[in-house]
């Protein structure tokens, strides 16, 4: 019978399967962060249990980090303390890799995973973040987890699972100029909903999603939780063996030729049968812009901020008129009209390099509006950072006012000093509109890198394909 | 992990959709390495008008008392009413743990979040969905009945209310067990050590490259 990829991934890490269809799932990467680690590393202790297989983790600190006075450290004594937690336990355990504040492979967990090729197709990778979705990109079942979970992973190798309903996201036709994944991943939760996916494991394919390349792959898949998928995937082809070749953690020798052997066959068997097919059309996608306090709260570049009165259902009237308030927005106002206080361009959802590299190709030659406080680039990782660097990207970022920090996840979340001010407005690259999400008050809007660049050098939102 | 079998509390009506953890728990107070403490910032941006930060006193701290968990009528509430989409976003556990060290042992709305949603019965909280009409009619009677008390009652999967009326819910068997027990999660897995070391070794095997 035909498998999808999701049932195939599921199926090579089954250890044991209950009656009531619980099974038992072997963990094959666990990637490990600061904020979410320090309880499962005591819970562990405190049960006098050891670390099932220590090769299988990966750590960095990313949430806490600051972005800029590297040489100061970490001032917060309460962000120095979770660090320095992680640090310890670390050392006390192992990890197959470990790259902790300053070192120079640091940076934000999702994309320090793939760029070393610890995140390899048919594994099943698991973090304590719900962005774990993006390593989904290299055909891998890969989602967030609790703290709990942590410890479970830690303690036993395996998580208790039961299987997901799965969707097929099929994306056809050729994206326009100044159209990206990430305009593709809003446009599906726009059409789906931020519970859309839920229960879901997404499969995104058709003719857009293999032009994408591994980067893109990666940003798409990253945002499936924003649909409520915790997972999405994306299968194997020639550009996934393409980017992992040569990558630290990779393969070599004889086992490549093997290894690819596998993974060329982790993809949808021809007929496969998905629970839901949904189809969008590259032609009616444009440059997407979040309005609200939801990702789903999206429209084009070119609509206006959408009027409640318009809305049938009363929840979502009263929501949509909330959000109208937290955002200081008015109905019926154009997308264009709205002006910004803060650019921020990083996240591990747009802070690799085709992310960097497509933003400065709208900034070069270009200044920023005088009536922006803050532009700031965060690279992923160090190794984005030194790349951009190689590539004379933070000389073009620095030559048009913007910030060229350290790598981190930085004003995504706001657990270090990059952050929004209450009222102030934000052309972001993240992933999470919510209320409060990048500063007590703060107003978030998500774009592309090339929207934010764009919006940065405006003052206000414009159609980044008239810049390009 | 505390059982749940049988609870009978007061209810606070959450009337919002899609409710995120960042909005249920701050990022500020994530960057504690405990697991308790986080009661009192539950909710912490509509609870009170200024902004909180880890290790202040919340106490003295000016409250919204527009915000329904401030409100006399529901102090000592146990059980959460909300709508659809409750607790999406980021995965942090912090999230349960603020509910159950507020006070919360049950959240009912029409759908949850999957992360949210699995991490509670880790937790000991247990997570009941309801229909869209069903979730209507607990808001209006929760409005209507002032100390409106539900009582949850796992074992026969029902939730009664006052008057005697009973809803059924549903529960996945296996999460009911563990919940029933108190049962940690670890320690059942682990007696299948054997069986995932001998996975773990045909997998070596068969895909060495996975345990570089």
Redesign the interface.
Known sequence: MPQTLYEKLWQDHV??Q?E?G?A?I?I?RHLVHE??S??AF?GLKL?G?KP??V?SIVATAD??TPTDHWERGIE?P??R??VE?LDANIREVGA?AFFPFKDPRQGIVHVVGPENGAT?P??TVVC???H?STHGAFACMA???????V??VL????L?Q?KSKTMLLQVDGALGKGVTAKDVALAIIARIG??GG??YAIEFAGSVIRSLSMEGRMTLCNMA?EA???LGMVAVDQVTIDYLRGRP???QAA?WE??VA?WRTLRSDEGAEFDRVVALSAEEIGPQVTWGT?PEMVVAIDACVPDPAQEGDP??R??MT?ALTYMGLRANLPIREIRLDKVFIGSCTNSRIEDLRAAAAVVRGRKVAGSISLALVVPGSGLVKRQAEDEGLDQVFRAAGFEWREPGCSMC???NADRLE?GERCASTSN?N????QG??GRTHLVSPEMAAAAAIAGHFCDVRELL | MDKFVRLEALVAPLD???V?T??II???F??????SGFGPNLFD?WRYLD?GE??RDDSKRPRNMDFVLNQARYQGAQILLT???FG??????HA?WALLDFGFRAVIAE?????FF??CF??GILPIVLSAGEIDALFALVEATPGCRLVIDLERQELLCPGGKALPFAV???RKECLLNGWD??G???R??E??KS??ER?RIE??????
């Open positions: 250890v044991h209950q009531d619980t038992l072997y094959d904020v979410t320090p309880q005591e049960a249990r099932w297989r090769s949430h806490n917060d309460v962000s303390l979770q937690t197959l390899l048919g594994m304590g973040d719900s774990t989602h967030g987890i609790g703290t709990s979970e410890e479970h303690a036993t190798q395996c208790l039961k931020t519970a839920t229960g939780i409520g998928a915790r953690f990779a393969p086992q093997r290894a596998h939801s929840i979502k009263e929501g909330r979340l706001a657990m209450a999470r919510f209320e409060g999400r007590a008050g | 919002r959709a899609n995120d960042d909005a701050p990022k500020q994530l960057k504690s390495i405990k697991r941006e902004v880890p290790g709508r659809k989409n999406c976003g980021s995965s942090r556990e349960p759908s949850f979040a999957d992360i699995n991490n880790k937790n996945d068997a296996f999660d670890i059942l897995t682990l299948h050590a069986l995932i996975f773990e997998r895909q060495p490259w996975l345990f570089a």
